[in-house]
């Protein structure tokens, strides 16, 4: 609940509402408006909203803690004045910490929430409804503006206010990482939790209309202008084949698309004196700088002075704020003064808010240590956000120890260069993109190019841990590593792959590709992946070897999106290139996919056959453990297809004995799942249930779609012949989905789909059929993560959503006064406009940007204060004279 949500509860609450009336009207719980109403009261003035007192406070104190952990309560209270109870203080202090220490960290392919920002969010108001009344009549904006204006923290904050008017929720997709076109649409779908495949009958943009078709989704789209030909083209696809998708842009450049309206984001206001957007902004900045800051007579027309020289551009303003550390608000002014009439001189070509935040960042930069430029320029090869350990072990050298880059990350995020994060996997920082920019520009070719290559050999250096400790206890730290990294590992594959002229390079490229077997389970998708691989078969001069590995590699994934023409092509090539003496065990390997792929075609004696060929080949060559494993786990699937269940058994048995052992668990959790397997087919669905949820619960924690697929698809089968048809339903339809997304349901294997159809049968006998298609059509609608949440019951109870309360109606009549419109709030006589139009609550809702829940309640209310019983008498009531 934020400072506006409780300022309008207790706003009803004193024009009599109950309880049950505040949350109709409002769209919420009934029990948050009894949490809202026992909470303290705020300070009765204007500052009760948001960027008030109390949510600086928060800003502030979150501030505190980032920077010293450690701090006390009292210190707390004294570095931000608290003037209100100690016991409040605490409670907002352990909150905060609470909300620090337990943000989860999104895989790639699973993340959908809005970025947090460490400062509060200042003025806008009038753009915020500007956006609401945009999106309530185009499904399609574009917040255009140059860099630092705002555009991110406006559209974040729209977001945050108007949520509760999208049924299916808000997805945001930061775009400023990436660096091909060719990768905008499985962006997108990995922050959706969609798994996305290339071949003749599907793509990345098929799978994105296929789930967005029927929901009601903002989707936002953040930092287009360097790929907006490709986002141009997935969006123009994405309004026209889609009923009920709002879609929300940032860009430095519009789209230029048909559907598209543009909203030029202008600067913050200068005009209206203290109340002014950007006095506002600079007074809040100024006080996290300078502790006690305020504005006054004496230094009002500095600040405002400040503003206008800056063309109240954001992100210049705030980077001026740092250096009220040193200089008074009258120095900072006239040092302005003089540098931006230099720069009006010698760059008359660029646009005045160029020429302001220019001359801001210039002054940052001018004012670093030379350890800081320094370093400032090297981090901005980071496409993506960097811990300091990556920091140390690419921009370091003899001319930048590790202690002096500690010491200058430091003094950065002080000067609001760099951005402190928190998150369950520490403390990362990122550069703002106008930011990164710059330092990047400062470099020279050779610098740009020499890290670049410090970027991938790091990156490479992240895989390939990951490769090596993939059969161990370490296996899911080091796949989380690759996780959080993939933006930085996207940018350094691309560099070398765009420009392959290092052959160093070019081998350290092919060679992490070409061991890295289970990429796609680390956060990069099975679509990117193969991509990757595909690429790397194009670079030059690479090894046979390397590319023996790279083609079984690229097989084993073509495999598993059921694209077996295209494995067999692969599969050829590989196994002439990997002769026996050459890589005998990449050999042994690619017989090994041969014998998956067979299986998968519904060949099992031939698969079985390659299968006891490559298993001969790795014991007679030696090979990694996680191989043997990955055949016993695929003999195990074959075995259960023949009904060998007690082949089938054993093969799942030793690798799950061999996995406990020494805590692997991703293998562990296909064992547990083939266990479970085996118990179905011995007719003992309890225990396949359990087996299913086990392997769920380990897989939960990697990026691996197939994995949770085919278990989910288990889980569906047994509880169905259990006799639970209605659960079964819903987890069947998600796993169905979720196939068709991934490649052919069930890889094509008959043993599987005959389980399936069964499962479907029994399930539907249960609960009868139209009862089965609303739960199939309801898991169908859902993505990894929302199936996840269903089968361990988290975050799926309804919310206490009470039907309106019609009592009322029989002591109205259909006459009303016009002097009762006068009690009509500004948004129910919005709402009754719309109402005399003839829309409906869900028109309302669309054209308003609110919750068909929230226009409900209006209307409720509308007609209570003018005595109606019903709709059609708004339009007389309204315009009566």
């Keep these: 609940m934020n400072a506006d949500e409780w300022f309008e509860i207790h706003q009803c609450r004193g024009e009599g509402e109950s309880i049950k009336g505040i949350a109709q009207r409002l769209g919420i719980s009934r029990n948050t408006v009894r949490r809202a109403l026992a909470m303290p009261e705020q300070p009765n003035d204007h500052r009760r909203l948001k960027g008030s007192v109390a949510d600086e406070a928060d800003a502030r104190i979150r501030d505190l803690l980032q920077r010293s952990p450690s701090i006390s309560i009292a210190e707390i209270g004294r570095c931000i004045m608290w003037s209100h109870s100690r016991t409040l203080l605490v409670r907002k202090v352990n909150q905060i910490k609470s909300e620090m220490s337990t943000v989860p960290f999104d895989p790639p392919s699973i993340g959908t929430g809005l970025p947090q920002h460490p400062t509060s969010f200042v003025g806008r108001n009038h753009e915020l409804r500007e956006v609401r009344r945009l999106l309530g009549v ?8 140059p860099g630092g204006i705002g555009k991110t923290r406006l559209v974040v904050r729209a977001a945050e206010e108007y949520r509760r008017a999208f049924a299916d929720g808000i997805r945001f997709v930061e775009l400023a990482s990436l660096r091909s076109e060719s990768l905008v649409s499985q962006a997108i779908a990995d922050r959706l939790g969609l798994e996305t495949r290339d071949g003749p009958d599907s793509s990345a943009d098929d799978i994105l209309v296929e789930y967005l078709r029927n929901r009601r989704m903002l989707l936002i789209l953040d930092n287009c ?13 994405l309004t026209e084949e889609t009923s009920n998708l709002r879609i929300l842009t940032t860009s430095r450049e519009y789209l ?6 543009v909203f030029h984001l202008p600067p913050l206001s200068i005009d209206g004196g203290r109340a002014s957007g950007a006095v506002e902004l600079f007074a ?4 996290s700088v300078l502790s006690g800051f305020e504005l006054s007579d004496s230094n009002v027309d500095a600040v405002r002075r400040i503003c206008r020289r800056l063309d109240g551009l954001p992100l210049a303003i705030e980077l001026a704020c ?23 001189v010698s760059a008359r070509g660029r646009t005045p808010r160029h020429r302001s935040l220019q001359a801001t960042i210039d002054w940052s930069y001018e004012l670093c240590s030379e350890t800081e430029r320094i370093l400032w320029c090297r981090t901005s090869v980071f496409a993506d956000s960097f811990d300091m350990g990556m920091a140390v072990a690419v921009c370091s050298d003899d001319a930048l120890s590790e202690d002096e880059i500690m010491e200058a990350v430091a003094a950065l995020v002080s000067k609001s260069v760099v951005v402190r994060e928190i998150s369950d996997n520490g403390v990362r920082f990122r550069l703002l993109e106008s930011m990164r920019e710059y330092g990047w520009g400062k470099q ?24 090596t400790s993939w059969y161990g206890p370490e296996q899911l730290t080091k796949a989380t590593a690759v996780s959080i990294n993939r933006g930085n590992i996207r940018a350094a594959l691309h560099s070398v792959m765009n420009n392959p002229t290092d052959p160093a390079l070019v081998r350290l490229a092919a060679d992490t590709l070409g061991s890295s077997r289970f990429l796609w389970a680390c956060g990069i998708s099975v679509r990117e992946h193969r991509m990757w691989l595909t690429q790397a078969l194009d670079l030059p001069g690479i090894s046979r070897t390397a590319r023996g590995r790279i083609l079984t590699v690229l097989a084993l994934v073509q495999t598993l999106q059921g694209d077996r023409d295209a494995a067999d092509f692969t599969l050829r090539r590989a196994r002439e290139i990997a002769g026996d003496r050459e890589d005998p065990v990449t050999r042994s390997f690619a017989v090994h996919i041969a014998g998956l792929r067979d299986f998968f075609a519904g060949r099992a004696d031939t698969g079985m056959t390659y299968l006891d060929e490559a298993e001969r080949g790795y014991r007679l060559h030696g090979c990694d453990p996680e191989l043997v494993s990955m055949l016993q786990i695929h003999r195990g699937m074959l075995l259960c297809s023949t009904q060998d269940v007690s082949g089938a058994a054993a093969a799942f048995s030793r690798v799950f004995t061999m996995t406990d052992e020494i805590g692997e668990l991703w293998f562990h959790s296909y064992a547990t799942y083939g266990l479970g397997h085996v118990a179905l087919l011995e007719n003992d669905p309890d225990t396949a249930v359990q087996r299913a949820l086990e392997a769920l619960r380990y897989q939960r924690q990697f990026a691996d779609p197939i994995g949770k697929t085919v278990m989910a698809d288990l889980l569906g089968w047994a509880l169905a012949e259990q006799g639970h048809g209605e659960r079964a339903a819903v987890v069947l339809g998600a796993a169905s989905s979720m196939w068709g997304s991934i490649g052919r349901q069930l890889y094509g294997a008959d043993h599987w789909n005959t389980l399936r159809a069964r ?25 990894a993560p929302e199936l996840l949440a269903y089968i361990f019951d988290e975050d799926c109870a309804e919310h206490d959503h009470p039907a309106p309360d019609r009592s009322y109606s029989a002591h109205t009549t259909a006459t009303t006064d016009t002097s009762q419109l006068e009690l009509l709030s500004p948004r129910e006589r919005e709402v009754a406009e719309l109402v005399a ?25 509308l007609l209570r204060k003018l005595c109606l019983s019903r709709r059609t008498e708004v339009p007389r009531a309204l315009f009566a004279t």
């Design 138 to 145: 185009h499904r399609l904006v574009s917040v255009v503006g």
């Design 225 to 237: 202008e360097h790929l907006v030909d490709g986002i141009a083209a997935l969006v123009s696809r």
């Design 256 to 261: 230029a698309i048909p559907g598209e309206y």
């Design 284 to 287: 809040n900045r100024a006080e």
């Design 322 to 344: 740092t250096r009220l550390n040193v200089l008074s608000v009258e120095d900072l002014a006239e040092r302005l003064d003089r540098r931006l009439s230099m720069l009006t």
């Design 444 to 467: 020279t070719i050779p610098e740009r190019r020499h890290m670049n290559e410090r970027l991938l050999e790091y990156c490479a250096r992240i895989v390939e841990e990951s490769t």
């Design 759 to 783: 499962a479907v049968d029994t399930a539907r006998h249960h609960v009868g059929g139209s009862a089965f298609d609303a739960a199939w059509a309801r898991g169908q609608a859902m993505t």
């Design 837 to 861: 139009q003839g829309l409906t609550n869900k028109q309302i809702a669309e054209k308003l940007v609110l919750s068909s829940r929230t226009v409900e309640g209006h209307v409720e209310h």
